[in-house]
């Protein structure tokens, strides 16, 4: 039995954050392992804007293989859609016995958070751990007090998916930050 961090999203594409956010929660002493999982719908997201599930699938195997305790998962993908989180929590506490699952998020979406499908459910099967991330909005005071939720001092990314899909659709220069991996996948498939 071990510790895992759930690291949940659509990664569409996976960019150097994501790369650097995955390696900075695998070398905390509290999880054995980080798991990236790809979800192939958010509520949140058109999805017209996602590339293929088996795309992105492909491109998370290629560019995590280089760690040790970081490994990718398409366990969102065999259930129902759209995926909340909390359903994909109780699968993983069906499915495996870890001691303790540990949700990774962005502290953006602590601004929604009590918006979420069972939040208050998600906080008992699981810590909740927040790396920063630029928000003008307020966090509601019963999301910030609880003992569950840990705002952790992860590197600030200032990259995102949105606007890596804005600089491919105008045929801009995305190498400083995407990883070879991802911008060999894109080259070898237009």
């Known amino acids: 039995m071990s510790n895992v961090g759930l690291y949940l999203g659509t990664f569409n594409p996976i960019h150097n954050g994501?790369?650097?956010?995955?390696?900075y929660f695998s070398k905390l002493s509290e999880l054995d392992e980080v798991l990236v999982v790809i979800s192939p719908q958010s509520p949140f997201k058109k999805e017209s804007e996602i590339i293929s599930d088996k795309d992105r699938l492909k491109m998370a195997e290629t560019v995590f293989k280089r760690f040790d305790n970081v490994r990718v998962s398409d366990i969102e993908f065999k259930m129902s859609r759209p995926n909340f989180t909390i359903d994909t929590l109780k699968e993983f506490r069906k499915r495996h016995k870890y001691n303790k699952l540990i949700l990774l998020i962005g502290e953006d979406n602590l601004v929604g958070f009590n918006k979420?499908?069972?939040?208050?459910?998600?906080?008992e099967i699981a810590e909740v751990y927040v790396y920063p991330r630029d928000t003008d909005q307020r966090i509601p005071d019963e999301i910030l007090s609880?003992?569950?939720i840990k705002l952790v001092d992860a590197p600030k990314?200032?990259?995102?998916?949105?606007?890596?899909?804005?600089?491919?659709k105008s045929k801009q220069n995305i190498d400083s930050l995407v990883p070879k991996e991802v911008l060999k996948f894109f080259k070898l498939n237009n």
């Not at 994501?18 to 390696?23: I, P």
């Not at 979420?116 to 459910?121: E, Q, S």
């Not at 990314?157 to 491919?168: A, Q």
């Open 18 to 23: 994501h790369v650097t956010l995955a390696e």
């Open 116 to 123: 979420w499908k069972d939040y208050k459910k998600i906080i």
């Open 146 to 148: 609880n003992n569950n």
């Open 157 to 168: 990314i200032k990259i995102s998916s949105s606007h890596i899909r804005e600089l491919i």
